[in-house]
């Protein structure tokens, strides 16, 4: 992985609200579409003191706003990748909702086609096991006025956003390209992973049924969780105390399992 340096600086796409150097566990936390790093950074005073809370920053949001926006999977998987190289010096876990479980998952598997220790933990939440058909029709071509009609009907986006034209300028790029991302991506079958998964999902999540999350299973030769949550497919935000809670409980369990031989 030496040889993995596309020179970004590594700060630009890893941010630590909390640093915690004595940390035994890091866990990077990718965002949903069109969102950024402001989704997690309360969440390192809510889990294990042991783990070190790494936000992954996309290009085209927060300090990076200016920066060109990634449209397709593949590039961005090898571009994040790459710049956690000087990250992976201990035991790591993803958490990943929506389109960040679906990076965090082939960011995983990136990672051991080149051989890289891997997450010792695969967190998913709001998105289907990848192998499974999404039969949500694209949006990210569409026409500004059906686009923006599209976001208020998956009730992701804030309703004082929605209705502020300038902020809707700046975000509907970013959203445009996110969800292309997510839209474009095709499935490549591949061996099972390694590390455990935890899937949570939204009870009233309609664009992510229970059958797609219990496909996760499918995806690891290890153990297989899942843990649904009152909300819709926003329970990130509406049902957070009992996400970080039940978070809480499997870092632990992933803290107990890396104090072990294999990561000495």
Not at 188 to 199: F, S, V
């Amino acid at each position: 992985m030496d040889s993995m340096n596309n020179g970004l600086a590594v700060d630009h796409w890893v941010v630590k609200p909390w640093a915690n150097p004595g940390a035994n566990l890091r866990l990077f936390c990718l965002s949903y579409a069109g969102g950024g790093t402001q989704v997690f950074r309360t969440w390192a005073t809510r889990l294990p003191a042991s783990v070190e809370v790494c936000l992954i920053e996309l290009p085209g949001r927060g300090v990076r706003l200016k920066e060109p926006l990634f449209t397709d999977l593949p590039p961005l998987v090898e571009a994040i990748a790459q710049n956690l190289e000087k990250h992976l010096d201990k035991p790591f876990a993803f958490f990943g909702h929506s389109m960040g479980g679906l990076l965090s998952f082939e960011i995983t598997r990136f990672f051991r086609r080149h051989n890289v220790q891997g997450p010792a933990h695969l967190f998913v939440s709001g998105r289907g096991a990848p192998q499974t058909p999404n039969d949500e029709p694209p949006m990210h071509a569409l026409p500004e006025p059906e686009f923006i009609s599209e976001l208020r009907r998956l009730n992701g986006t804030p309703r004082e956003v929605l209705e502020h034209e300038e902020l809707m300028q700046l975000m509907l790029p970013i959203l445009r390209a996110d969800f292309s991302i997510c839209e474009t991506y095709r499935y490549e079958p591949e061996a099972p992973l390694d590390c455990p998964i935890t899937a949570f999902g939204g009870l009233e999540d309609e664009s992510v049924s229970v059958e797609r999350l219990k496909a996760w299973r499918e995806q690891t030769n290890a153990s297989f969780s899942l843990h649904m949550l009152p909300g819709d497919h926003f329970f990130l935000h509406t049902a957070q105390s009992v996400l970080l809670q039940t978070l809480s409980q499997g870092l632990n369990r992933v803290l107990a399992g890396v104090a072990g031989p294999a990561y000495k």
